[in-house]
C-alpha cells in the first residue's frame, strides 16, 4: 500500500474512534444529567454497534474503494437518529454536523466534501419542513422562527466547514506534491533525480516486460568535466550540467525518461525503444551537445554514452541493465570519447 493510502487509513480508523468516544459518552453520561427517554440510550447504543462493525470493515480493508463513504456514514449516522428523536434542528447534537463536510474534505477529498455538503444541507432542509413530525422527546420549547434561523445558521456554517475542509485539503495536497518533488527532482538540472529515475524506471521496466516490448537505457557522461570545472569555475561548471540536461530533454519525446544519475552522468530510459531506434537517439543527443556553446566564455562541451536495451524474453532487474550501459560508457571513454558504444 502507499504511504500516503496508509497513512488516511490511520486517520479513518481514528476518526471512527473519536465517533466511538463521543457517542459512548453522549449515549452514558447525558441520562446522568437529563431525564430523558430509554429510546435515547438505545439508539445510542445501537449507533455504538454500527461504528464498532464499520470499525472493523475498515480496519480489514473489506471495503478499501468506499473507505471515505464509510466514515462519512459515521458521521451522519452518529447524529441523525439522536436528532430525529431530539427535536430536529434544535437538538443538542446538531452543532456536530458542521464538523462533518470538515472531516470528509479532509479524509475523502474535494468532490466528496460537496456531495457530502449538500446532502446534509437537504437534510436540515427536510428537518425544517417536516419539523413539526420530527418527535420532540426532550420536550424542549420550540418555534417555527427559532426552527428556520438555526436551519440557516448550519447551511451557512456547513458551507464555511466545506470551505475550510477544501481549503487544507488542497493545501495538504500541495505540501505533498512539493515533498515528493523535492524528493524525487535534481534541483541544479530540473531533471529527476536518481531515486525519482529509479522509482520511473522500474515501473516501465514491468509494463515492458508485461507488454513484451523494447526498450533502452542510455547512460551519458560529460567528457572531461573536472578540466571545465578546474578551468572555469565550479558555477560555470554547474550551468554546462543545466544546458546538458536542457539539450538531452530537447531530443526526448514525452514518454522518455531523463535522470542525473550522478554529477556530470545523465542517464535515460527510453520507452517502446529498440537498440536500432536507440541509436539515432544518442547520435542526435551527440550532436546536438557537441554543437552547443554555453555561457559568456562559449565553452563547448562532448559526451560518452552507453547503450543497453531489451527486446523481449526474460528480463532481468533495472540495473542489471545500467551496469551493460555503464560498461559500453567505459568502452567510448577508453576509445576516444564523445562517442555512443552499443552494450555487447
Ligand atoms: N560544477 C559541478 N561539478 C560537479 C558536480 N558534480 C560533480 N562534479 C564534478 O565533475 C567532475 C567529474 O570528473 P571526472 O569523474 O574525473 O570525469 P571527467 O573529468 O568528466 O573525465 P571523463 O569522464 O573521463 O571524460 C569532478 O571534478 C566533480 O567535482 C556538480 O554538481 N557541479
Redesign the pocket.
Known amino acids: 500500500m502507499l504511504d500516503s493510502k496508509k497513512h488516511n487509513h490511520k486517520i479513518n480508523l481514528q476518526f471512527i474512534k473519536v465517533c466511538f468516544v463521543v457517542t459512548l459518552l453522549g449515549t452514558l453520561v447525558r441520562p446522568l444529567f437529563i431525564d430523558l427517554p430509554f429510546i435515547f440510550t438505545g439508539i445510542g447504543l445501537l449507533n455504538l454497534l454500527s461504528i464498532l462493525v464499520i470499525y472493523v470493515v475498515v480496519k480489514r480493508h473489506w471495503c478499501q474503494r468506499f473507505e471515505a463513504l464509510s466514515v462519512f456514514l459515521i458521521g451522519v449516522g452518529t447524529v441523525t437518529p439522536l436528532m430525529v428523536i431530539s427535536g430536529g434542528i434544535n437538538s443538542q447534537f446538531a452543532p456536530i454536523i458542521p464538523l462533518i463536510p470538515l472531516a470528509t474534505a479532509l479524509i475523502g477529498g474535494v468532490r466528496m466534501s460537496m456531495v457530502v455538503s449538500v446532502l446534509l444541507i437537504g437534510l436540515i432542509t427536510l428537518f425544517v419542513v417536516f419539523h413539526s413530525q420530527v418527535a420532540d422527546f426532550t420536550q424542549d420549547s420550540s418555534s417555527q422562527a427559532k426552527v428556520v434561523s438555526r436551519a440557516v445558521w448550519y447551511g451557512l456554517t456547513l458551507c464555511a466547514t466545506c470551505y475550510f475542509g477544501i481549503f487544507f485539503y488542497r493545501r495538504n495536497q500541495y505540501l505533498q506534491q512539493q515533498l515528493e518533488k523535492m524528493a524525487t527532482m535534481d534541483e ?1 538540472t530540473g531533471v529527476f533525480n536518481r531515486r525519482g529515475f529509479m522509482a520511473l524506471a522500474r515501473q516501465q521496466l514491468t509494463m515492458a516486460y508485461r507488454n513484451q516490448r523494447p526498450f533502452c537505457i542510455i547512460l551519458l ?7 571545465i ?1 578546474d578551468t572555469h569555475g ?1 558555477d560555470a ?2 550551468m554546462c ?1 543545466s544546458a546538458v540536461a536542457t539539450s538531452i530533454d530537447n531530443e526526448l519525446r514525452e514518454q522518455d525518461i531523463l535522470g542525473r544519475y550522478g ?2 552522468e545523465f542517464i535515460l530510459f527510453l520507452p517502446d525503444t529498440n537498440l536500432q531506434q536507440s541509436k539515432r537517439v544518442a547520435e542526435k543527443i551527440r550532436r546536438a551537445i557537441a554543437l552547443m556553446v554555453t555561457g559568456d566564455e562559449g565553452l563547448r562541451l562532448t559526451v ?1 554514452q552507453g547503450i543497453a536495451g531489451y527486446e523481449g524474453g526474460n528480463l532481468d532487474d533495472i540495473e542489471h541493465y545500467i551496469s551493460l550501459a555503464d560498461e559500453a560508457l567505459y568502452q567510448g ?1 577508453e576509445s576516444g ?1 564523445n562517442k555512443w558504444v552499443l552494450s555487447a
Open positions: 541544479l557522461d560529460i567528457d572531461h568535466f573536472k578540466h570545472n565550479h561548471g554547474d550540467l554529477g556530470e560518452t571513454k570519447r
